[in-house]
């Protein structure tokens, strides 16, 4: 186990619904990050929390909408999701943000939009 | 663009063999390169990274080489074990405050 942690495991949900994805991290760290991982593309940096501020929104649609309410947790809100939305969600943390810090994967959130 | 990409999408090799991963970057200005592995139900986890001072890195069975003349980074597996069986993921970064930027990744299989 990494000490990242993420629920639910899997998902599905029609384009109407709300639903929200958490991530823990139990190392102690101060920065966090929320990847898509779609089949055949590259894995795709979607927002970066640094000591609980977004530092990073790597042009998300408004759909997504993440909240970082502590350094050890990360939710990514979820609402009328199209159907090429389906992917892994990834969440990460490191120590600090930065090539510097490694960061460490959760086993990710399987989403499937209908 | 600034992309990274690989070579081949899928490797098949026999167990006990070497394992030789390829990625190519297109960043001239990338300084920092990391390999992970992902293995099916997981997420990515770290296994060697390199700085564009050096061309080559040694770990516990693995190396990884950079070629900056020609952006051609590689990650070889020496004996190859079924474990070993995952996708692997190269990333690059162009600066200490700069967002990796991930291949798409190759799949190796081990057959035994």
């Known amino acids: 186990e990494t000490g990242v942690t993420q629920t639910p495991r899997h998902l599905v949900m029609g384009m109407t619904n709300k639903k929200s994805l958490k991530c823990e991290q139990h190392?102690?760290?101060?920065?966090m990050y929320w990847y898509k991982q779609s089949a055949k593309k590259p894995l795709e940096l979607m927002f970066v929390y640094n000591f609980k501020e977004q530092t990073e929104n790597n042009s998300v649609p408004s759909r997504f909408s993440p909240e970082c309410p502590n350094s050890s947790h990360l939710f990514l809100h979820l609402h009328t999701l199209q159907p090429e939305d389906s992917a892994l969600y990834l969440c990460?943390?490191?120590?600090?943000?930065?090539?510097?810090?490694?960061?460490?994967f959760g086993p990710g959130t399987r989403l499937t939009v209908t | 663009g600034e992309s990274v990409g690989l070579h081949l999408p899928t490797l098949s090799v026999q167990e006990g063999d070497n394992s030789i991963i390829n990625c190519a970057y297109s960043n001239s200005a990338s300084d920092y390169f990391i390999w992970y592995k992902q293995e099916s139900g997981k997420g990515p986890q770290f296994i060697i990274d390199?700085?564009?001072?050096?061309d080559k890195r040694q770990g516990q069975r693995v190396t990884v080489l950079l070629n900056k003349t020609v952006k051609h980074l590689s990650l070889q597996i020496a004996a190859t074990q079924p474990g070993d069986s995952a996708v692997y993921f190269c990333?690059?970064?162009?600066?200490?405050?700069?967002?990796?930027?991930f291949g798409k990744g190759t799949k190796l299989s081990v057959k035994p």
């Open positions: 990460a943390s490191s120590q600090g943000e930065g090539e510097a810090y490694e960061q460490y």
């Open positions: 190392l102690g760290h101060n920065a």
């Open positions: 390199i700085r564009s001072n050096m």
């Open positions: 990333a690059e970064s162009g600066g200490s405050q700069g967002n990796l930027i």
